[in-house]
């Protein structure tokens, strides 16, 4: 799906549809990390399994991951082309209830334009939210997170450098309505764990669909 973001510049959206029989009437938009595009193993793993699970899906590039460029646009930059691909998913989608969300930065753009205003969003899934710099736990990202009063799940790892749920959950409590926080254990920014702990990448990414499918038909009903 070709996205316009301006006169001279567009991004690439992916749809993962719903099996027919399974929808549920509900679209999730996912942005990608900053280190890594809408194609990466991460991201189409989750658009898949969440597909399979009832959702649509839409993933996208940002435009600088369009374009090549390794270095993330400024926030206002990255924040107009999500806008951009809320408005075309709505259109296409027009039906079905949204949310919207992503990985690492994916996410934490998708916070900061529903604290901007989103008409009719239903709630926001973060995958490794950003909440400060790694070694930087006094650069907090979240003072925004207040003005958004919509339903957000967090799926943060246990040892997210990033971030630990620790760390999160004194900020999700003040949060109204409250948000569901789900704990990766022992899971890194992107919900890795040692290979001696003999935990499969599938069977954390499915328990973590898993949940997200809960919460989300928890949220629609």
Aim: proline share 5%; charged share 20%.
């Amino acid at each position: 799906m070709k996205v316009v973001i301006n006169d001279g510049e567009a991004v690439t959206a992916t749809v993962y549809r719903a099996p027919k029989s399974k929808r549920c009437g509900a679209t999730l938009v996912l942005g990608h990390g900053a280190g890594a595009n809408q194609h990466s193993d991460f991201m189409v793993r989750f658009a898949v399994g969440l597909a399979a699970r009832g959702l649509t899906v839409v993933t996208f590039n940002f435009l600088y991951t369009e374009q090549g460029r390794k270095a993330p646009d400024r926030a206002a930059k990255l924040e107009a082309c999500y806008r951009a691909v809320i408005a075309a998913t709505r259109k296409k989608f027009a039906a079905d209830k949204l949310f919207i969300g992503g990985k690492s930065m994916g996410g934490r753009i998708a916070s900061q334009v529903a604290a901007a205003g989103v008409e009719d969003l239903c709630g926001l899934v973060f995958l490794g939210y950003p909440l400060h710099p790694p070694g930087k736990p006094d650069e907090l990202r979240a003072a925004h997170l207040a003005a958004i009063h919509k339903p957000m799940f967090f799926a943060q790892g246990e040892r997210d450098p990033f971030g630990t749920p620790e760390e999160l959950q004194p900020l999700l409590k003040k949060l109204k309505p409250a948000a569901h926080l789900y704990v990766i254990a022992a899971g890194d920014h992107s919900f890795a764990v040692a290979k001696k702990l003999a935990v499969s990448t599938a069977q954390i990414y499915n328990a973590a669909q898993d949940e997200i499918t809960r919460w989300l038909h928890t949220i629609m009903e």
